[in-house]
């Protein structure tokens, strides 16, 4: 897969990748290779610090 311009996360970078979920150009910097999607879309699939693994606590 050949991608042209630039990582549209940090502008400076070339982009090696253009995120599934949404179109955006990323460098290997921001791309999560092992969830195939950008910095951005990374961050909101993956659970926060500390809250990972989240269960409904019953009380
Ligand atoms: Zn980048
Ligand atoms: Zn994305």
Redesign the pocket.
């Known amino acids: 897969m050949s991608v042209s311009g630039l990582?549209q996360?940090?502008e400076s970078?070339p982009a090696a990748n253009r995120c599934p979920n949404c179109g955006t150009l990323?460098?290997e910097?921001?791309f999560d290779e092992s969830l195939r999607l950008c910095a951005d879309c990374a961050s909101q699939a993956q659970p926060g610090p500390g809250n990972d693994d989240v269960e409904i606590n019953r009380f």
């Open positions: 990582c996360i940090c970078r990323a460098c910097v921001h």
